[in-house]
């Protein structure tokens, strides 16, 4: 059986993690693209994450490259090129570059890996994966952006934390746009099968979907310089792990929605099942008026940022 392929545009710190994660998982051969720049970084770790895998005894090709070329016959495409809000800057100003940069990537991954999957977690996600789709042409069901499936391991992480649990037995699902609009559905998360609302009190829960929201943000200001890398690779690997394996895992993210949910047009995290077929179907389920109302807000968030790149 042929080794699948998986392209990663963009060698920076998410990048970087992408690879190693992949390579762990045994997951196909690695090409790590970016700019010229940065061909030497790309090559370096490439080299260097090839040379820890006679440790756990994976087995992957690791290649580090400044030319489109290489992505040739990629099964899957993760996106992460783009640059980070710097102090200053608004969201339009990094739109407006990011656009540009994503408008490039569209064009070579349509020339060089036309049959791939493609994973968007370049920010301000929302547009960007429209923009991908837009400009590639790709179908709907092979693209899609990461965002709901890390804000749903972060809501995970810290409910696990405040009751001092194993996390992996904390359930919950975050919808809507990948920002503070966010939409965390707080019914139907549990902890072993049992009710999130029955373990804890509502003001506390509240502060935990607040902290849910900003996560990212406060990431940022702990850094101090630069935004969360680890948990994004990790979220986005399991998205291309079941497009690989078939496994029909239904992971929060941003598809697009043509009627679902009440959503035509637009990008925005729902409960997506992800397969061979690349995203497979959406799973609908009835809102309550108050989700309904925070989806609308959210919808408008993405709407204003999607009317921005004019496409």
Not at 41 to 47: D, E, F, I, Q, S
Not at 290 to 302: F, I, M, P
């Amino acid at each position: 059986m042929a080794k699948s392929k998986i392209a990663l545009i963009g060698g920076g710190q998410i990048g970087g993690n992408l690879a190693l994660i992949a390579a762990q998982k045994e997951l196909g051969d690695i090409v790590i693209f970016d700019i010229p720049n940065a061909e030497g970084m790309v090559k370096g770790k490439a080299l260097d994450i090839t040379q820890l895998l006679p440790h756990g005894g994976y087995d992957s090709a690791i290649t580090g490259t400044s030319d489109y070329k290489d992505i040739s016959g990629s099964d899957v495409v993760i996106i992460t090129a783009g640059i980070p809000r710097k102090p200053g800057m608004n969201r339009e100003d990094l739109l407006g570059i990011n656009l540009k940069i994503i408008t490039d990537v569209a064009n070579n991954v349509k020339k060089y890996a036309s049959n791939a999957f493609v994973i968007v977690v370049s920010n301000p996600l929302d547009a960007i994966v429209y923009a991908f789709y837009k400009i590639s042409g790709f179908s709907k069901n092979m693209v899609v952006g990461m965002a709901g499936a890390l804000d749903s391991s972060r809501f995970r992480a810290f409910i696990a934390m405040e009751l001092g649990v194993s996390f992996q037995d904390v359930q919950c699902m975050v919808l809507g746009g990948h920002g503070d609009t966010m939409v965390p559905i707080i019914r139907s998360a549990t902890v072993g099968g049992v009710p999130i609302t029955d373990l804890i009190d509502a003001d506390r829960l509240e502060e935990i979907v607040n902290r849910t929201r900003f996560a990212g943000g406060e990431i940022v200001k702990l850094f101090g310089n630069g935004s969360a890398f680890y948990a994004p690779a990790q979220s986005a690997i399991e998205m291309a792990e079941s497009y690989i394996k078939d496994k029909k895992r239904v992971i929060p993210s941003a598809s697009l929605c043509e009627g679902e949910f009440g959503i035509d047009g637009y990008f925005i995290g729902v409960p997506t099942v992800i397969g061979s077929g690349g995203i497979e179907r959406i799973i609908e389920f009835p809102l309550t008026d108050d989700e309904n109302t925070s989806l609308q807000k959210t919808l408008g968030a993405v709407q204003k940022t999607v009317a921005e790149t004019n496409l």
